[in-house]
């Protein structure tokens, strides 16, 4: 059984892991379910509204403490 759950993990392919999030339909700072979701949106999908006093930092009431 070990010898089993050996090959599969080997077998697994690289990019097997935690899911990548992904540009979804959010827009808005109170969609987003935490900060590093809001700084992905922000970062990755072209949501500079996410930032509205334009610090670099979006969603000031999700990631001020970060
Ligand atoms: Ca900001």
């Known amino acids: 059984m070990r010898v089993l ?4 993990v080997v ?3 690289a990019h097997a892991g935690p899911p990548k999030p992904f540009c979804g339909e959010k ?3 109170r ?14 999908c072209g949501e500079a509204r996410l930032d509205r006093d334009g610090d670099g930092v979006p969603c000031e009431e999700l ?4």
């Open 31 to 44: 969609q987003m379910a935490d900060c590093d979701e809001a700084q992905f949106y922000y970062s990755q």
């Open 27 to 29: 827009k808005e700072c």
């Open 11 to 13: 077998a697994a392919p």
């Open 63 to 66: 990631c001020r403490f970060k």
């Open 5 to 8: 759950l050996l090959c599969l």
